[in-house]
């Protein structure tokens, strides 16, 4: 299991989710650019002293990612435009669960190539939760279905 954050803005965010992605022993796939420097101090702070214990993997593009991207697992991606419910979705150990930028999601290349693409259901008249809280979600149903959890 993986996590991919696709060209992030903002620091902290990625900063949360490398720790997230550290303390499940969920590995980080950072796919640049990113909207701030990697060394900024948000970023930094958010992630704590738990960055030294992440398995995070930067690429320099999209490209980059999905051409190293493992034929063997599936891109499942979070989006406000997708079409099953995280939890009716029965995830598997080698799929990498993507996020996209918090101002602009992903692009249309990025939708398609897509095995799937997951919504958290929200209330009526609600758009969005915030891309760290959404990924902790999700997250941590695909390791409870899979029995990944951390021991």
Same mark, same amino acid.
Request: aromatic share 8%; charged share 20%; with cysteine.
């Given at each position: ?17 490398m720790?997230? $992605? ?12 990113c ?38 697992g599936?891109l499942?991606?979070?989006?406000t435009? $997708? ?6 979705f ?6 990498? !669960? ?5 101002s602009a999601? !992903? ?18 008249g609600?758009?969005?939760?915030? !891309? ?5 979600? !999700? ?7 899979? $029995?990944?959890?951390?021991?």
């Open positions: 299991m993986r996590l991919a954050l696709y060209e992030p803005d903002i620091p902290q965010n990625a900063g949360s989710l720790r997230l $992605g550290a303390c499940l022993g969920v590995g980080v796939d950072i796919i640049e650019p909207g701030f420097l990697l060394s900024d101090r948000n970023f930094r702070r958010a992630g704590m002293d738990y960055l030294q214990h992440a398995d995070i993997r930067r690429h320099e593009s999209w490209t980059q990612f999905h051409d190293n991207f493992s034929p063997a599936r499942v991606l979070l989006t435009a $997708g079409t099953t419910a995280y939890t009716d029965a995830f598997a150990a080698d799929d990498t !669960v993507m996020v996209g930028r918090e999601g !992903v692009p249309q290349e990025v939708h398609a190539l897509a095995d799937a693409r997951l919504v958290i259901p929200l209330l009526p609600l758009r969005s939760l915030n !891309v760290a809280q959404a990924a902790a979600m !999700v997250l941590g149903e695909a390791l409870r279905q899979t $029995g990944l959890f951390p021991a």
